[in-house]
Structures are given as structure tokens and as C-alpha cells.
């Protein structure tokens, strides 16, 4: 059950209550935003006081993210190799 939701950036974790949390989550992905949202953050938000049916779906999201940031971070790289 998400009870509470407390990023460490320390050891990178995500802490959903007093048992159970996430690893290897990067500040860079816990800080990604999609359309004004903190994606990671809001999806366990909206699940708040409720059982995580389904904590591989995401750690599958974090996957997502961070394949998300690689690919814009070599898109950026090739439009500043084109336009210098």
C-alpha cells in the first residue's frame, strides 16, 4: 500500500511505506517532467492509501524514463552537431 511517498536522493530510493520502496531511481528521473508533471511522483500520488496492484508496471515506467532521457540527450546532441 502507498502510505506516503519520500524520495531519498542519497541512496536513490522511493519510499512508499514502512516496509517497502524502490531502487535506482536517479534524481534525474525522479525530477522528469512530462506535460507539468513529475511523472514518477504523480503515479504513486494517484495511488496514494491504495495497494500497488502492479509495482512492476512501475519499475517498467522508471525503464521508460530513463531510455526517454538517453534518447532526447543524443537528439539534443545531434541538433547541436547540426546546427554548429
Given at each position: 500500500?502507498?502510505?506516503?511517498i ?24 525522479w ?18 492509501g ?35
Amino acid at each position: 500500500m502507498v502510505e506516503f511517498i519520500k524520495y531519498a536522493e542519497v541512496n536513490c530510493t522511493v519510499q512508499i511505506n514502512e516496509y517497502k520502496h524502490f531502487e535506482g531511481i536517479s534524481p534525474e528521473l525522479w525530477h522528469f517532467h512530462i506535460g507539468g508533471y513529475q511523472v514518477l511522483h504523480k503515479y504513486l500520488k494517484d495511488r496514494k492509501g491504495k495497494t500497488l496492484n502492479d509495482p512492476i508496471h512501475y519499475c517498467r515506467m522508471v525503464t521508460a524514463l530513463a531510455l526517454t532521457i538517453e534518447i532526447q540527450a543524443h537528439i539534443d546532441y545531434s541538433i547541436d552537431t547540426l546546427i554548429q
